[in-house]
């Protein structure tokens, strides 16, 4: 399973207007100049936030978009969810129907996957991400044993995500 460009440009793209919120409304040309990430692009992306509540928009001279929520409001799975990216592991798109219109062997498996990592990306908010890169003692990323940590999972997994 793999996230497309969908989901990750969309979380980086939230992410840069997480960094700048405060600072008046953010343009997407500025993202998409910042992040490289084509403007038409982030136009259709931010169109589908909007849409989800996630952002605001300010129109005509000095607009852009702003969050519509907090930081700790907005996790990466609502993100990835307000675009349409589809987590699924399944070959069948959970309808069970993967083998000979019956479930295959191993779908439980895959259901039980897809549970996961919605419930890790649902735990992982736009504040712990900003103060990831500000370099902020923060709050670690939520379920990391220690082991993990120090094997540098949490690391890992977020740059997945992005």
């Not at 931010?46 to 989800?52: A, D």
């Not at 069948?92 to 895959?110: A, I, K, Q, S, Y």
Request: glycine share 10%.
């Amino acid at each position: 399973m793999r996230l497309t460009t969908k989901g990750r440009f969309a979380v980086t793209a939230m992410l840069d207007l997480a960094l700048r919120q405060g600072e008046g409304p953010v343009t997407l040309a500025g993202i998409s100049e910042r992040q490289k990430i084509s403007l038409s692009y982030l136009e259709q992306l931010f169109g589908k936030l909007r849409r989800h509540a996630l952002v605001e928009s300010v129109r005509g001279p000095g607009g852009g978009y702003y969050l519509a929520k907090s930081l700790d409001e907005v996790a990466v799975a609502d993100i990835i969810k307000a675009v349409d990216e589809p987590l699924d592991a399944t070959q069948c798109g959970g309808l069970g129907n993967c083998h000979d219109e019956h479930e295959c062997m191993t779908h439980e498996l895959w259901i039980t996957l897809n549970a996961k990592i919605y419930e890790y990306l649902a735990s992982v908010k736009l504040s712990h991400l900003v103060a990831k890169q500000r370099g902020v003692g923060v709050a670690q990323l939520p379920d990391m044993k220690p082991a993990q940590r120090r094997r540098g999972v949490a690391k890992a997994d977020v740059a997945s995500v992005l």
